[in-house]
C-alpha cells in the first residue's frame, strides 16, 4: 500500500501548495532580482584587485627563484610584506564594503590614494607590480561624484607610467612631453567611461524604479479585477437564489399550503370515516411543502450553515469514511481563514463529488482529504490509493461540472492519476473573504 502522508506530496496536483509558494518569486520585478545577484561589473571590482596581485607576486617570485636560484633576500622579505600590507588595504578599503554596500565617497578616494602609494613602493623593487596598479583604474569608477572619479584615473596614471617610464630618475624633456601626452590620452580615454557611468547610472535606477512600481501597480490590479470578479459572481448567485427562493415561496409553497386546507376542509365534511385516498393527497401535500421549505432554508450545503469550514469538511470526510468502510484522512495546514460563501460551498461541493467518486470507481482502502491555506490562494486536494483512472482523460459529468463549478469563481481543477497507482483531485481557487471583511495580507 503506497503511503499517501504529506511529505509523499511534494506538491498538491499541477498547481499545488509548492506552486503557489514559488509563485512569489516568480513575480518579482527586475529591481528586485538584480538586487539579489551581483551584477558582472561588481564581480570584476571585488575579484580584479585580488587577481592583479595574485599575478604580480607570482611574477615577482617566479623571477627572484630564477635569479637567486630559490634563495629569497631581505628585499624579497620587504616586498612580501608590501604584498600583504596591500592585500589587508584591498580587504578592508575596498572589497568588504563594496560586499556589504557601505563604501562611501570620501572612504573610497581615502582607499584609492593609499592603494596608489602601496603600487608606487612596490614597483620601486620591481616593475612587474605594474600589474597590480591597473587595479586602480576600476576603483577610480567608485569615486564620486564624477569629477572625483576623473581625478582618480589621473593619478592611477601618474603612478603607473611615472614608474615604468622612470621619469623621477631621469627626467628630461623628451621623457616628460611623452609622460605628460601618455598620461592625457589615458586620463581621457579612461575617464569618458567614468563620465558615462555618472550620467547613466542614475537614469537606469529611476528606469528600473519606474518599472519595478509599474509592475506592482499591474499586480495589485490583477487581484483586484479578479476579487471584483468573484464578488460579482458571488452577488449575481446570491441574487439568483434569492430569486428562486421567492419563486418556490410565492408559487409551490403556496400552492401546497392551499392544497392542504382544501383537503383538511374535505377531511372535515366527509361522511366516510377515514378516507384512505384523501389521507394520502394531504401526506404527499404535507411532505413537498416540507421539501419547498427546505429548500427556500437549504439554498447552502446544510454543513456549512451549522460548521466553519474547515469542520464542515471535517464532518464530511468522517461520514464518508463510515458509510464507505474507507480510510480517510483529513488535514489542514495554514492558517484557516473566513472564505467567501460561494468559494465554500464550491470546495465543498467538488470535496463531495471526490468523494462520491473514489467510493464509486476507486477500490480504494485508503484517501487523504487535504485543505491548504496559502496566502493568496485556498487548495483542496483529494486523494485515494485506489485502481486511478482507467483512461487518461478522466473527462464524467461530474468531473465536468466540477471544473465548470471552480472556474466560475476564478479557480482552476486538475485531476491526475495513472492505473492502479491512484487518483488525485485537486482545486485551486483565490482567497477571498466575504464582503465587508478585509482580509489580512500575506507576505
Same mark, same amino acid.
Given at each position: 500500500m503506497r503511503d499517501l502522508s504529506t511529505s509523499d506530496r511534494p506538491h498538491v496536483g499541477v498547481h499545488g501548495v509548492a506552486t503557489a509558494k514559488e509563485a512569489s518569486p516568480d513575480n518579482r520585478s527586475r529591481l528586485a532580482r538584480k538586487g539579489e545577484q551581483m551584477r558582472i561589473w561588481d564581480v570584476l571590482q571585488l575579484v580584479t584587485p585580488w587577481l592583479l596581485l595574485a599575478i604580480s607576486t607570482g611574477l615577482y617570485l617566479a623571477g627572484v627563484s630564477a635569479h637567486d636560484e630559490g634563495h629569497f633576500g631581505p628585499q624579497a622579505g620587504i616586498v612580501l610584506g608590501l604584498v600583504a600590507a596591500s592585500g589587508i588595504w584591498v580587504l578592508f578599503g575596498h572589497t568588504l564594503p563594496v560586499r556589504r554596500g557601505s563604501l562611501r565617497p570620501v572612504p573610497a578616494g581615502i582607499y584609492l590614494a593609499g592603494m596608489l602609494v602601496l603600487c608606487a613602493y612596490l614597483m620601486g623593487y620591481s616593475e612587474v607590480f605594474l600589474v597590480f596598479t591597473i587595479a586602480g583604474f576600476f576603483h577610480a569608477y567608485l569615486l564620486t561624484p564624477w569629477p572625483m572619479g576623473v581625478l582618480g584615473v589621473l593619478a592611477t596614471s601618474v603612478v603607473l607610467n611615472g614608474s615604468a617610464m622612470g621619469v623621477l630618475e631621469s627626467p628630461t624633456p623628451a621623457t616628460l612631453t611623452e609622460f605628460a601626452l601618455i598620461v592625457v590620452l589615458q586620463t581621457a580615454a579612461i575617464g569618458v567611461g567614468v563620465v558615462l557611468l555618472a550620467r547613466t547610472g542614475p537614469q537606469e535606477r529611476e528606469r528600473e524604479e519606474l518599472v519595478e512600481r509599474l509592475e506592482a501597480a499591474l499586480h495589485e490590479n490583477a487581484g483586484l479585477h479578479a476579487q471584483l470578479l468573484a464578488q460579482a459572481r458571488e452577488a449575481g448567485v446570491l441574487d439568483e437564489r434569492q430569486r428562486l427562493a421567492r419563486e418556490i415561496h410565492d408559487t409551490l409553497a403556496q400552492g401546497l399550503t392551499g392544497i392542504i386546507t382544501q383537503l383538511q376542509a374535505t377531511e372535515r365534511s366527509t361522511t366516510t370515516d377515514g378516507d384512505e385516498h384523501v389521507r394520502r393527497a394531504l401526506l404527499l401535500a404535507r411532505s413537498s411543502l416540507t421539501d #419547498? !421549505? /427546505?429548500? %427556500?432554508?437549504? *439554498?447552502?450545503?446544510?454543513?456549512?450553515?451549522?460548521?466553519?469550514?474547515?469542520?464542515?469538511?471535517?464532518?464530511?470526510?468522517?461520514?464518508?469514511?463510515?458509510?464507505?468502510?474507507?480510510?480517510?484522512?483529513?488535514?489542514?495546514?495554514?492558517?484557516?481563514?473566513?472564505?467567501?460563501?460561494?468559494?465554500?460551498?464550491?470546495?465543498?461541493?467538488?470535496?463531495?463529488?471526490?468523494?462520491?467518486?473514489?467510493?464509486?470507481?476507486?477500490? #480504494? !482502502? /485508503?484517501? %487523504?482529504?487535504? *485543505?491548504?491555506?496559502?496566502?493568496?490562494?485556498?487548495?483542496?486536494?483529494?486523494?485515494?490509493?485506489g485502481r486511478g483512472l482507467v483512461t487518461s482523460r478522466g473527462e464524467g459529468f461530474g468531473l465536468t461540472s466540477m471544473r465548470q463549478r471552480i472556474r466560475g469563481i476564478g479557480g482552476h481543477v486538475d485531476v491526475h492519476g495513472a492505473e492502479n497507482e491512484g487518483t488525485s483531485v485537486s482545486a485551486r481557487v483565490p482567497a477571498i473573504a466575504p464582503p465587508g471583511t478585509r482580509m489580512e495580507e500575506t507576505s
Amino acid at each position: 500500500m503506497r503511503d499517501l502522508s504529506t511529505s509523499d506530496r511534494p506538491h498538491v496536483g499541477v498547481h499545488g501548495v509548492a506552486t503557489a509558494k514559488e509563485a512569489s518569486p516568480d513575480n518579482r520585478s527586475r529591481l528586485a532580482r538584480k538586487g539579489e545577484q551581483m551584477r558582472i561589473w561588481d564581480v570584476l571590482q571585488l575579484v580584479t584587485p585580488w587577481l592583479l596581485l595574485a599575478i604580480s607576486t607570482g611574477l615577482y617570485l617566479a623571477g627572484v627563484s630564477a635569479h637567486d636560484e630559490g634563495h629569497f633576500g631581505p628585499q624579497a622579505g620587504i616586498v612580501l610584506g608590501l604584498v600583504a600590507a596591500s592585500g589587508i588595504w584591498v580587504l578592508f578599503g575596498h572589497t568588504l564594503p563594496v560586499r556589504r554596500g557601505s563604501l562611501r565617497p570620501v572612504p573610497a578616494g581615502i582607499y584609492l590614494a593609499g592603494m596608489l602609494v602601496l603600487c608606487a613602493y612596490l614597483m620601486g623593487y620591481s616593475e612587474v607590480f605594474l600589474v597590480f596598479t591597473i587595479a586602480g583604474f576600476f576603483h577610480a569608477y567608485l569615486l564620486t561624484p564624477w569629477p572625483m572619479g576623473v581625478l582618480g584615473v589621473l593619478a592611477t596614471s601618474v603612478v603607473l607610467n611615472g614608474s615604468a617610464m622612470g621619469v623621477l630618475e631621469s627626467p628630461t624633456p623628451a621623457t616628460l612631453t611623452e609622460f605628460a601626452l601618455i598620461v592625457v590620452l589615458q586620463t581621457a580615454a579612461i575617464g569618458v567611461g567614468v563620465v558615462l557611468l555618472a550620467r547613466t547610472g542614475p537614469q537606469e535606477r529611476e528606469r528600473e524604479e519606474l518599472v519595478e512600481r509599474l509592475e506592482a501597480a499591474l499586480h495589485e490590479n490583477a487581484g483586484l479585477h479578479a476579487q471584483l470578479l468573484a464578488q460579482a459572481r458571488e452577488a449575481g448567485v446570491l441574487d439568483e437564489r434569492q430569486r428562486l427562493a421567492r419563486e418556490i415561496h410565492d408559487t409551490l409553497a403556496q400552492g401546497l399550503t392551499g392544497i392542504i386546507t382544501q383537503l383538511q376542509a374535505t377531511e372535515r365534511s366527509t361522511t366516510t370515516d377515514g378516507d384512505e385516498h384523501v389521507r394520502r393527497a394531504l401526506l404527499l401535500a404535507r411532505s413537498s411543502l416540507t421539501d #419547498a !421549505r /427546505r429548500s %427556500v432554508r437549504a *439554498l447552502a450545503p446544510q454543513e456549512l450553515q451549522r460548521a466553519q469550514f474547515p469542520d464542515a469538511l471535517r464532518k464530511l470526510t468522517k461520514q464518508w469514511g463510515a458509510e464507505t468502510g474507507t480510510e480517510v484522512r483529513f488535514e489542514v495546514t495554514g492558517e484557516p481563514i473566513e472564505l467567501s460563501p460561494a468559494i465554500e460551498v464550491s470546495l465543498f461541493r467538488v470535496a463531495q463529488e471526490a468523494l462520491a467518486n473514489i467510493a464509486k470507481h476507486a477500490e #480504494a !482502502r /485508503r484517501a %487523504v482529504v487535504t *485543505l491548504s491555506y496559502a496566502g493568496p490562494e485556498v487548495l483542496l486536494d483529494v486523494r485515494d490509493d485506489g485502481r486511478g483512472l482507467v483512461t487518461s482523460r478522466g473527462e464524467g459529468f461530474g468531473l465536468t461540472s466540477m471544473r465548470q463549478r471552480i472556474r466560475g469563481i476564478g479557480g482552476h481543477v486538475d485531476v491526475h492519476g495513472a492505473e492502479n497507482e491512484g487518483t488525485s483531485v485537486s482545486a485551486r481557487v483565490p482567497a477571498i473573504a466575504p464582503p465587508g471583511t478585509r482580509m489580512e495580507e500575506t507576505s
